[in-house]
């Protein structure tokens, strides 16, 4: 027998206390029935003797102290899934949200997951070519990994995630690929984006959507990455799919533990934000990744706004030390009408050593990155010191340096959300614009390397 | 056996166990999860659970085990995967499969293996704490020695070689207390450090492989050191490097609050590397110990002692040990956290008070001691390295401060030379080691006499540089005279040829020190040869320009078994191309 209480004390912001009950346990979650008859979801945070304190996970309005009943259901958030989810729409918190029928559940899992043991992962190395050759050439992606795009308010991100989820594939054969989507708090005309590329590309399909938009209950948030990476990992685990999951944005989501925790009067890390972020974020980003004796995987790209661009503020900063590198798109790119604006010298894919290669790529491919890199880096610092001292104060060797960045900037990163280079082409492309530098500045490629690549006539 | 009455997250606080002891270890629940209790109030104690709490309730029970958290050590640590409170997690994923479910029981050395046991003390002889009954080759690469627990002392009545596994006996001891059987395991309480004889200055340096490291800024066995360093800098990478090429006998890992894959990495990568030293695979000389940052934020504030208490298990046996933290900032943070849900009055940036001295008492178990036992002659080495995950890189917080007051090396990573994908991305100029001086006298006898003269001659070639620098920023590299830019030429070299080390290249991820003190002293034979031709009125450019430069740019790359040969090569061509620069007019 459930018991009912009416014994809701207080009801402040996002948080509500029940007071007088009894045999209710911590994250357990509970329902409220309003006079009306409408029904609200919220979650036990903590317990104390016969106190709940209990987190909302929709607004409180409506909610009265006298008349509105609280019951706890023994059990913690779940998700009902199924195979049949794919194609379908949900709302924040899980119920669908495209006017189809409830999911025939095949089993119900909790969404906060568990822990993945780390004897049990199985380390990512499989190239995903996005054909976008700043990502591919210079910060390779892998199946199971989790790669940010730190982004910044009015930047393209959602363009650069779109071409990244139609272009996606792995070389050499078909495999059984979905994508899960979850808005965070964004705008119904982001949401719209990205719906409608799924729709004319034929993915929406494989895809399930997860939205809580920008007019949705904020604290609903909290549950709605967590709702998608369950579905993510039904599907990846349990179905033998390859699946990507983009969320966006997360900037909403920190916000929303942010108003929870300062309800709760929690003292406050940097910038207010809750000191238990950097564990928050990492329950969620350590859900992707692939596990031994398993077919699927859940590769990650997570987006996240930058307050005033700036990378070490808390939810960048933190996201950067848990995720396995960062896409950043810059600003400054942006104003030159690059598409897509990805600044490669802070960007980093941490697993790209694993990925490319002899038998994964194309053998030269380590080398040539890191000369790229270290080209371009030393090409953006001519160029500054010509903008100080003028051309003529570079020695005949940096002129040619600042001539390559820029050629790399136009041709290289700057390709347009519609072209889809293969491995071959970016890497070709990178030997291409190397040959503005004279052969002996090559000291990070193999000899060898450059007798067979090395771009003839 | 108390009741729960309140849950906070990790934070249980339950009633009338007024008989258990601070920081005993208690199970909560049905479950039967651990915990440990960091406060008492009357009856009242906070137990800080190192499992999911989910589901936990007022009126659970909670059960004391009258004993605090303890390491179990014997034969079998090695080669095995932990987490934060010595749970083998290959076990646990033999029990609840990908996952770690909650409330899992397992040994966490398998209590039924047989060793082959060769006793090397003798019936009849007396011992105390600390003294070596026999042998156990544990790996092909190490050979467990089986000491007198702490407490027991008197003379051995009968010991046997033979096969046993780690709760049988393999010595019987006759003590003022009466006969003490003595096994081949024992426990110690992770949160006290292990006693030993006494301490002595380290002298010897812990030789790493790495250029930055070794020649730059070297750290002593028994030494401590920290990696700060924001996102992306390489912190995580160096400490592999450190694991992987350390010339120690033990390395302790401790993935602290960190990503899974980089344990999956270590586990699937270190079997398969070879110790330059010994040919045999690393693993078979190292401990993992991994707590996720997924994983409970408790046993991470626990997985750091855990580490360290094997460390000085090993040590205690005269090994040379290596710890390695990563990070120390999510450990902090695992700290923050409980001192948060204990409404503690907050210190700096919401960090306990209590932070600077809980990170001082870690990195002070580190050290080169006489170990405990009868000669005490015996001496081990215990070295601590520690990463720092400075928010935002700002080296001003409390972490990096507590940090920075203790350790003897400080390797700064740099986010902008690992932007111009310059690795290991070690600021030369604030990077600092206080061994510098004490190990200069074993590099100048055991590599070479030069060995630290050239170390000085290079680091001033590189804070020249820096100088030079600003000026070339400001009126443009034609102002410089030609001295000057053969300084800015040869610290490019510097940087480039010598710092700079590619940890995935199947050559340069590892040098030795001959080869680390060649390579530099043929750049600054290049320095020397090309300031006196020079001197003598020789074009900038035809320096600039010899041939040899070339070669030498490409040295870190030569095989390990013909560097010699192939130095010794440049050197006699670079000769010979200055020569010719000179006899030309």
């Known amino acids: ?457 | 056996m108390g009741r729960i009455v309140k849950v906070s997250g990790p934070l249980v606080i339950a009633e009338g166990l007024a008989d258990a002891n601070m920081f005993d270890v208690v199970r909560v629940g049905e479950q039967r999860l651990i915990g440990e209790i960091i406060e008492m109030r009357g009856d009242r104690a906070s137990v800080q659970v190192y499992e999911e709490t989910s589901g936990l309730g007022p009126g659970a029970a909670v059960e004391s085990t009258g004993a605090p958290l303890s390491v179990m050590l014997g034969p079998g640590l090695i080669e095995t995967i932990y987490d934060g409170i010595q749970r083998p997690l290959e076990a646990i994923k033999a029990v609840c499969g990908e996952t770690i479910g909650r409330g899992v029981e397992v040994a966490p050395i398998d209590l039924e293996k047989k060793w082959e046991f060769k006793a090397t003390a003798a019936g009849g002889d007396a011992v105390k704490a600390g003294d070596i009954l026999g042998t156990v080759r544990e790996t092909v690469s190490f050979l467990h020695k089986i000491m007198v627990p702490h407490g027991v002392e008197g003379k051995i009545k009968s010991i046997h070689s033979g096969s046993y596994n780690v709760t049988e006996p393999v010595a019987v001891i006759e003590t003022a207390g009466g006969d003490v059987g003595v096994t081949m395991h024992q426990k110690w309480p992770v949160r006290v450090g292990r006693p030993y004889l006494r301490k002595i200055p380290p002298n010897v340096p812990m030789l790493t492989g790495q250029r930055n490291i070794d020649t730059m800024f070297p750290i002593a066995k028994g030494g401590t050191a920290a990696i700060p360093g924001p996102f992306g800098s390489g912190k995580t990478v160096t400490q592999h490097q450190l694991a992987k090429w350390s010339d120690v006998d033990i390395v302790v890992y401790i993935g602290c609050g960190e990503r899974g894959n980089e344990m999956t990495d270590v586990l699937r990568e270190f079997p398969e590397l070879k110790d330059p030293r010994s040919g045999e695979p690393l693993m078979k000389r190292t401990v993992l110990i991994a707590n996720t940052s997924d994983m409970p934020v408790a046993a991470r504030e626990a997985s750091i002692y855990t580490g360290i208490t094997i460390a000085e298990y090993f040590r205690d046996m005269g090994c040379d040990v290596a710890v390695i933290a990563d990070s120390t900032s999510r450990w902090a943070e695992a700290l923050r956290e409980m001192s948060g849900r204990l409404e503690e009055m907050p210190g700096e940036e919401g960090y306990p008070a209590y932070l600077a001295s809980r990170m001082a008492q870690f990195y002070e178990r580190a050290g080169r001691v006489y170990t405990l036992c009868s000669d005490g002659e015996r001496i081990g080495s215990l070295t601590a390295v520690g990463a720092v995950s400075p928010p935002g890189g700002d080296l001003s917080e409390p972490v990096s401060q507590a940090t920075m007051r203790i350790v003897k090396v400080f390797w700064a990573l740099d986010s902008s030379l690992a932007y111009r994908r310059h690795f290991p991305a070690i600021n030369w100029l604030n990077s600092y080691s206080l061994y510098l001086d004490r190990l200069s006298g074993w590099l100048n006898e055991n590599v070479d006499k030069r060995y630290s003269a050239n170390r000085s001659e290079a680091m001033n070639l590189l804070q020249t540089e820096a100088e030079l620098d600003e000026i070339v920023r400001l009126v443009g590299m034609d102002s410089l005279s030609p001295g000057d830019r053969l300084i800015m030429e040869t610290a490019r070299m510097i940087r480039e040829d010598f710092l700079q080390q590619d940890s995935f290249g199947d050559v340069d991820a590892y040098s030795s020190s001959d080869r680390q003190f060649k390579l530099m002293a043929m750049i600054l034979l290049y320095h020397e040869l090309a300031g006196a031709a020079l001197q003598k009125g020789r074009a900038l450019n035809d320096v600039l320009n010899v041939g040899a430069r070339e070669r030498i740019a490409r040295a870190k790359s030569v095989p390990a078994d013909k560097y010699q040969a192939e130095y010794a090569d440049i050197e006699r061509e670079m000769r010979a191309q200055f020569a010719e620069i000179e006899e030309a007019t």
Not at chain 1, 354 to 365: A, F, S, V
Request: net charge negative; aromatic share 8%; with cysteine.
């Open chain 1, 1 to 457: 027998m459930i018991k009912e209480y009416k014994t809701i004390q207080e009801v402040a912001g996002p948080l509500m206390l029940v007071r007088r009950v009894e045999g209710v346990t911590f994250n357990e979650i509970g329902e409220i029935q309003l006079q009306n008859g409408s029904v609200r979801r919220c979650r036990v945070l903590e317990i104390n003797g016969s106190d709940a304190l209990v987190q909302l996970f929709e607004s409180s309005a409506g909610i009265n102290l006298a008349e509105s009943k609280v019951r706890f259901l023994g059990r913690s958030l779940e998700l009902p899934v199924s195979g049949d989810m794919l194609g379908r729409v949900f709302d924040g918190l899980g119920h669908p949200a495209d006017g189809g029928p409830d999911i025939l559940a095949e089993k119900k899992m909790d969404i906060n997951g568990l822990p993945m043991n780390p004897a049990a992962r199985d380390y990512p190395n499989e190239f995903i070519q996005t054909g976008v050759s700043s990502v591919d050439g210079l910060n390779t992606l892998v199946r199971g990994q989790k790669l940010p795009i730190f982004s910044g308010s009015g930047l393209p991100h959602a363009d650069l995630a779109a071409q990244i989820a139609r272009q996606s594939r792995v070389l050499g054969g078909e495999s059984n690929f979905a994508v899960v989507f979850a808005a965070i708090g964004i705008t119904f005309e982001e949401a719209e984006f990205f719906t409608s590329d799924f729709r004319r590309t034929g993915a929406i399909d494989r895809t399930v959507m997860f939205i809580n938009l920008a007019s949705d209950p904020a604290i609903e948030r909290i549950a709605t990455p967590r709702m998608a990476l369950t579905a993510a990992e039904y599907l990846a685990f349990e179905k033998d799919m390859h699946v990507l999951v983009i969320l966006t944005d997360i900037t909403n989501y920190a916000e929303a533990l942010r108003e929870v925790s300062a309800a709760r009067k929690e003292v406050p890390g940097r910038r207010g934000y809750p000191g238990y972020l950097y564990t928050d974020l990492a329950t969620m980003y350590e859900r992707a990744g692939r596990r031994i004796g398993k077919e699927g995987s859940i590769t990650m790209i997570p987006i996240l706004s930058m307050p005033e661009d700036d990378k070490t503020h808390p939810i960048p900063d933190l996201t950067g030390y848990i995720t396995e590198g960062q896409i950043i798109l810059s600003r400054e790119l942006y104003r030159k009408n690059l598409q897509p604006p990805v600044d490669v010298l802070p960007s980093l894919s941490r697993l790209k050593d694993k990925g490319i290669g002899k038998g994964k790529t194309r053998e030269d491919h380590a080398n040539t990155m890191n000369q790229l890199f270290a080209a371009y880096a030393r090409g953006k610092e001519a160029k500054e010191l010509m903008t100080i001292l003028g051309e003529a104060a570079l020695t005949e060797v940096d002129k040619l340096y600042a001539k390559f960045a820029d050629a790399f900037e136009r041709r290289y990163v700057n390709q347009g959300y519609n072209e889809n280079r293969t491995i071959e082409d970016t890497l070709n492309l990178g030997w291409e614009l190397l040959t503005i530098l004279p052969k002996g500045e090559l000291k990070r490629i193999k000899p060898e390397f450059i007798e067979k690549y090395w771009p003839k006539g």
